[in-house]
């Protein structure tokens, strides 16, 4: 039997491939850009400060605009946002590529062009989560798909851009990542869905907004786990990543740190799989190992350990992840109504990019004043102590699966 003729209750329909596609080379996309930016940065003169600007600017039109995009997609449905987004990213990653294609651009236009790039991302990720349950009939097993194809665009996006990019130059990559968009539009553009209920347009913007987060305060469970990772994502990943690349390609090289990296991945594709299968009575108790289990990423390097023990960590750590991150999208796409959907899950990406960026921001001086290794020591526990709090809490320890 081939997949065109599957039954429609299959995870393989022809909505979810189209939509497996859309992320997937979107995906693709988002991980291609920053190497692609960064070398183009520097080969254009501006140096590491104009690295910060450029992927400064597209974080914080995300951080200002997505609440904006939560409403935009309940308004006029999600779909609707996501290929607007998709085509607006095309023209703004074409456009850099022109400029880099001719010589050095200015700072100035990099940095808005990134912006306006950021901005559409803010219109197109509200949107996710709300298109999953559109396209899919066991939610868990297409969040677990969607988990494993970000896993692998993950470590696969900055190595073909850095191939790429040493060998074509940065002109080339920009070129591909607008490629990218553009397949994730028409997939978008060619999904069958039927009709969606959308706010009332008659309705201020600022009370649907007020609406969501009346919506997301209600739901004690949604709010205390945001409020949780809101220190869990800063003082964990957030100061982690950077600091822990740093150490990694000090002790072992760049290229021990890349199949690190890879590792990490495939510990991702393996959360996937595993998150498809397992469905537990209490989603947020069994997805809260998953935060124990990153814990390992900042641990592992401290003291220097076999290359081999390095790399089973961070497999570890990204299974954990990528469990909680399944885990965590199913449980809010099957507790939150579809007419709320996206603007609920706007208040948590916002809360989510908040807590990384303050991190990464952090990452630096916190090193500079207790040292890296330290940090790291802190950053394991602080992970252990967010992981209790979780399981302490009774609204998220109470929370049953919907389905």
């Known amino acids: 039997m081939t997949t065109d003729t599957l039954p429609r209750t299959s995870l393989w329909s022809a909505n979810f491939r189209l939509y497996l596609g859309a992320r997937a080379t979107s995906l693709l996309g988002d991980a291609m850009l920053p190497v692609a ?27 200002l605009c997505t609440l904006m995009g939560g409403v935009l997609a309940d308004r006029f449905t999600p779909r609707r946002m996501m290929v607007l987004a998709d085509l607006i990213r095309l023209v703004v990653q074409a456009g850099i590529a022109v400029a880099f294609a001719l010589g050095a651009p200015a700072l100035w236009l990099i940095v808005v062009l990134q912006f306006l790039s950021g901005v559409a991302t803010s219109m197109f990720q509200p949107g996710v989560a709300s298109m999953v349950p559109k396209v899919a009939k066991d939610v868990q097993k297409a969040n677990g798909v969607l988990r494993i194809a970000e896993a692998i665009t993950g470590v696969l996006g900055p190595a073909v851009a850095g191939l790429l990019v040493s060998l074509f130059g940065a002109a080339v990559v920009f070129g591909i990542d607008a490629a990218t968009y553009a397949v994730s539009a028409l997939c978008l553009a060619a999904l069958r869905l039927g009709d969606s209920p959308v706010a009332d347009r008659a309705q201020s913007y600022w009370r649907q907004l007020v609406e969501g987060w009346q919506d997301f305060r209600s739901r004690n469970w949604l709010w205390g786990v945001i409020a949780i990772w809101l220190v869990y994502g800063c003082f964990v990943p957030g100061v982690s990543l950077p600091v822990t690349a740093e150490l990694v390609n000090a002790d072992y090289g760049s290229t021990t740190l890349g199949i690190a990296l890879g590792a990490f991945g495939g510990g991702g594709v393996l959360g996937g799989l595993v998150a498809m299968r397992a469905k537990p009575a209490r989603p947020l108790v069994a997805g809260s190992i998953g935060w124990a289990l990153f814990a390992v990423y900042p641990f592992t390097p401290v003291f220097g350990p076999p290359a081999i023990l390095l790399h089973a960590g961070w ?11 399944v885990v965590w999208a199913t449980t809010v796409q099957t507790h939150v109504p579809e007419h709320l959907l996206n603007r609920v899950y706007a208040y948590d990406v916002s809360g989510s990019l908040l807590a990384l960026t303050l991190g990464r921001t952090l990452a630096g001086p916190l090193a500079g004043a207790v040292g ?32």
């Open 37 to 63: 930016l960064s070398v183009g940065v520097l080969a254009a003169g501006h140096g590491i400060t104009g690295i910060g600007y450029a992927l400064g600017a597209w974080m914080a039109a995300m951080a």
């Open 315 to 325: 497999l570890v750590a990204g299974f954990g992840l990528a469990y909680w991150g």
């Open 372 to 403: 890296p290794r330290t940090l790291m020591l802190l950053s394991t526990a602080l992970g252990l102590v967010c992981t209790g709090l979780l399981l302490v809490t009774p609204a998220i320890r109470r929370l049953r699966r919907a389905n």
